[in-house]
């Protein structure tokens, strides 16, 4: 028999572990049930072992010293705290279909290659032929404060999702799946909800298959067609920790305009959204890791390169799901992106507009005689470029003036929140979208 070793991302089974009888040590219920037909025991070197209903070892796991904890908290799967020492090339992805479940098999990884497509260009205020724009373009967008949670007039269908200890990983795992498709799920976080939801659907309509998030070969296959694992290493290096960084963003304009560039405060905040993942979804899974050490081997998402290759001709922004598609000129889907779309109190545009304008890392002209009103500002203030910017590192600039689809430096709130009227995604799905549009396209506000 094939023995799988199933294992945490948060901690390794211990080598060599002793015969599997059970001891009379017993099994301490501070460890979850694994769910109906498993048994776990304890074996002759004080190891968890749980086995299924056919015998086969599910997971080995070393019990760790007892602490408080509120058991009404989430447990987050395989992703709860219990620490373990990670193995330079080792990485926790999904096991083979052989497994019939997931299980973290350890399988050997390449570090992962910086993504090229994530690299901004510098706002130059030159004219850029690539991209029919001007680098540096300073928007000014209209409306009110963002903050309104929003309620979608016809979501996407609920989809039904993977349940028990692992749940969280093979959630992340069909996130990575989607956003490899060019079918952004918005922030990869291990958890379900209306954008992956709009994911799967959008999916569907690309490719005409269904997903079934419930079936961890299927997405094990799919996987392994994609790129492998979901999970892959990084190595920390001295150029992340170079930042340039900015201690703290403040929340009133005025001082944003006097810092030197709107950048990431903390490596955390850079590497996930370089990965596209929550920034607390990061810090899950690589428990005690030392984010500001160069050599730092840590687990990341393992998406895939932005869609290129395609020419987008036709955009819709779907006010009523909260979502942006991109289409070819034959009507085919080529990408689609979660979104926050306006609100009641300062809607998007309805109707046609067209694009008019991309720019890369572009200022923000704060302009309280067209914006909405910002603490004690009265004054024209121009905000600096960078991720943590009030539209974020990319601008498309719409014919409607002030309105556009831009980035955000909150991409945990994309599909959560609403926008100023304007069309919010993430940096990383904004920057994919403008290396794909040029002037003239028609962005279609659909209700």
Not at 309 to 319: L, N, Q
Not at 413 to 425: D, M, P, Q
Request: with cysteine; aromatic share 6%.
């Amino acid at each position: 028999m094939k023995t799988v070793w199933a294992m945490s991302l948060l901690a390794l089974c211990v080598a060599g572990a002793g015969p599997l009888e059970a001891s009379a040590q017993g099994f301490d219920p501070y460890y979850e049930d694994y769910g109906p037909g498993t048994e776990s025991f304890v074996d002759d070197n004080g190891n968890i072992v749980t086995v299924d209903a056919y015998g086969r070892v599910i997971a080995v796991e070393r019990p760790q010293p007892r602490a408080p904890r509120d058991r009404g908290a989430s447990r987050g799967g395989v992703l709860e705290g219990r620490a373990g020492e990670v193995p330079p090339g080792v990485e926790y992805g999904l096991p083979d279909a052989a497994s019939g479940g997931f299980a973290d098999v350890p399988v050997e990884a390449e570090p992962l290659p910086l993504p090229g497509s994530q690299q901004a260009s510098q706002g130059s205020g030159l004219p850029n032929p690539d991209f029919g724009g001007l680098d540096g373009y300073t928007p000014s967008i209209g409306g009110a404060p963002e903050g309104t949670t929003l309620r979608e007039s016809h979501p996407a269908p609920r989809i039904s999702g993977p349940k028990g200890r692992n749940a969280k990983t093979e959630i992340a795992a069909l996130q990575v799946l989607l956003d490899r498709a060019g079918i952004s799920p918005g922030v990869i976080d291990g958890r379900l909800g209306g954008n992956v939801d709009k994911a799967v659907a959008a999916y569907t309509e690309m490719t005409g298959r269904t997903i079934d998030a419930t079936n961890a070969q299927s997405l094990v296959e799919e996987l392994d067609v994609t790129g492998g694992p979901a999970i892959a290493t990084y190595e920390i290096t001295n150029e992340d920790l170079g930042g340039p960084y900015v201690a703290s963003i403040p929340e009133d304009y005025a001082h944003k305009a006097m810092l030197p560039a709107m950048s990431y405060t903390r490596v955390t905040e850079m590497l996930a959204e370089r990965f596209h993942m929550d920034e607390d979804y990061l810090k899950e899974i690589n428990p005690g890791a030392d984010f500001n050490r160069p050599g730092t081997r840590i687990k990341v998402m393992a998406v895939g390169e932005n869609v290129t290759g395609a020419e987008v001709a036709r955009i819709v922004a779907d006010k009523g799901r909260e979502q942006v598609r991109a289409y070819d000129a034959t009507g085919r889907l080529v990408a689609a992106y979660p979104s926050s779309i306006g609100s009641t109190s300062t809607p998007s545009p309805s109707g046609t507009v067209e694009v008019a304008r991309i720019a890369f890392d572009p200022n923000y002209t704060y302009n309280p005689k067209i914006n909405f009103k910002q603490g004690d500002n009265d004054k024209i203030l121009t905000i600096p470029p960078g991720p943590n910017g009030p539209v974020g590192t990319i601008w498309i600039a719409l014919s409607k003036p002030t309105y556009g689809i831009h980035g955000t430096p909150e991409p945990s709130k994309i599909g959560k929140s609403n926008s100023h009227g304007c069309v919010r995604l993430t940096n990383w799905d904004a920057n994919e979208l403008a290396k794909l549009v040029k002037p003239g396209v028609v962005v279609e506000f659909t209700e």
